[in-house]
């Protein structure tokens, strides 16, 4: 009895046994004010839709609509994103990092697994009016063979534009690939001061680095939008095509573009 | 204690992730409570679900759970966050709420069936080995002898035989002493064991 107890106990347990419904932990979040919420804000490409929750702003998306969105964010997060009720801090926040102002965002990148973090986190640190190669985010992670990874995580940011991932273009500085197209990252990156036609030129003649002996250093060509503005206004420069180039010349890497490992 | 216990005791899980949690939300309520409910939430409903006989009714209970949990908590201050027993702290709240519910009314564990005698099917659709299919008649008898059972009996018999809390866990959730909550959960078992006898 006791062995067929335990069955009968084992087989009420599992055929009593329920999963919750997919909704259910959205729709207990939004009683509390806990679940994502979004509205429409302005930014450079546009108007885009941004999601935020405690954790911070969720998604950035373009989207047709409302529906649009919130089908997407549904399929990607596997949760639902409500339309917003009221206007907290984050709000103000995102509108202002989008206008370019130099904000500290809570940014929400639970789904990201620690590699793909990892990238986001340093395309963060890319300052606007510069660019950075794929390969040059996977030698700083101390994996320069993965430079198709790299790709493939800031394809899959979740928040563009406030992790800029558009700053972060193909060796030869044609733009590659980007959520919003590739048109939108050249307009992006020009807005931000990059002259990206004047560097992709440079890299077609198979310059690599720009050597400025009165600075001692030497550059990627995409350190700064200033920098192609200084070449063009003649100051002393050198156009460099490998690094022992420019360490023969007794050049110093750039502590900003850091151009070769540290 | 001196009624032999049965000779199986049912596996108790730790509550490991509780612990976990429990820190994480005394660092932030707001951040870790989603954390809390999609660990806890199937749990919450099976138990809500089967007092209840009625999904949509057990999911409702369990919103409220944690919609009290979470009030409770940002009332808390953070040395009390940390020290609960989060699991057996959620069965307390669940067990109050499903008695809410069930005020006044018969008890519907009893009703696993519908009108027409065939069960009710709150669980989730799954296949069952041809091993269970013995087993399947008697499981529905257990749903009337647990409905049998006095409160008191039921709850500490409940907890450790179906939900497989440690008596620890289940004294803390019934605020009960460990030996009070050990002797009911026995005579809930050697009552249900008599019930399911009767019937064969």
């Known amino acids: ?262 | 204690m001196t009624a032999a216990l049965p000779a199986f005791e049912p596996t108790t899980s730790v509550d490991e992730v509780g612990e976990l949690l429990a820190h994480a939300l005394a660092d932030d309520v707001d951040l870790a409570f989603e954390q809390v409910v999609r660990t806890y939430q199937d749990r919450i409903v099976s138990v809500a679900a089967r007092s209840l006989g009625d999904r949509q009714r057990a999911e409702e209970v369990a919103q409220d759970v944690f919609v009290r949990a979470y009030r409770a908590l940002v009332t808390y201050d953070r040395p009390r966050i940390r020290k609960l027993r989060l699991r057996s702290w959620l069965y307390a709240i669940t067990l109050n709420l499903i008695r809410n519910a069930v005020r006044g009314k018969r008890l519907r564990t009893v009703g696993l069936e519908r009108d027409d005698g065939s069960p009710r099917p709150i669980a989730d659709p799954k296949p069952t080995p041809e091993a269970q299919a013995e087993a399947r008649v008697e499981w529905q008898l257990v749903g009337g002898a647990i409905a049998k059972l006095s409160p008191k009996l039921r709850d500490a018999f409940v907890l450790r035989y179906v939900e497989e809390l440690s008596y620890d866990e289940i004294a803390d959730a019934l605020s009960q002493p460990v030996g009070t909550v050990k002797a009911n959960a026995h005579r809930g078992l050697m009552n249900v064991r008599a019930f399911l006898e009767e019937q064969s």
């Open chain 1, 1 to 262: 009895m006791t062995e067929q107890l335990r069955r009968s106990l084992d087989a009420y347990r599992e055929n009593t046994q329920c999963t919750a419904s997919p909704e259910f932990a959205s729709e207990t979040l939004d009683r509390l004010g806990l679940a994502d919420r979004y509205t429409t804000l302005e930014s450079t490409i546009g108007p885009v839709y941004v999601a935020w929750n405690p954790r911070g702003v969720s998604a950035v998306r373009q989207a047709d609509d409302a529906e649009d969105f919130e089908r997407w964010f549904r399929k990607r997060f596997a949760r639902r994103a409500l339309p917003a009720t009221s206007t907290p801090q984050i709000v103000d926040d995102v509108r202002r990092a989008l206008a370019g102002e130099d904000v500290q965002l809570s940014i929400d990148l639970r789904d990201c697994t620690p590699f793909e973090a990892a990238v986001l986190r340093k395309a963060q640190e890319i300052p606007s009016g510069h660019a950075r190669p794929y390969a040059w985010v996977a030698r700083e992670l101390n994996n320069p063979r993965a430079v198709r990874a790299v790709g493939n995580a800031l394809a899959n940011n979740p928040v563009p534009l406030l992790i800029p991932c558009h700053r972060v273009v193909r060796s030869d500085y044609t733009s590659g690939e980007y959520v919003f197209g590739p048109a939108a990252k050249d307009a992006l990156l020009e807005h931000e001061g990059l002259h990206m036609h004047e560097i992709e030129a440079l890299a077609k003649r198979g310059v690599r680095y720009i050597g400025l002996p009165d600075d001692n250093c030497f550059c990627l060509p995409s350190c700064g939008g200033d920098l192609i503005e200084r070449l063009d206004a003649h100051e002393k420069h050198v156009e460099l095509h490998s690094v022992d180039e420019a360490l023969a010349m007794g050049l110093e890497p750039c502590a900003t573009c850091r151009p070769i490992a540290a």
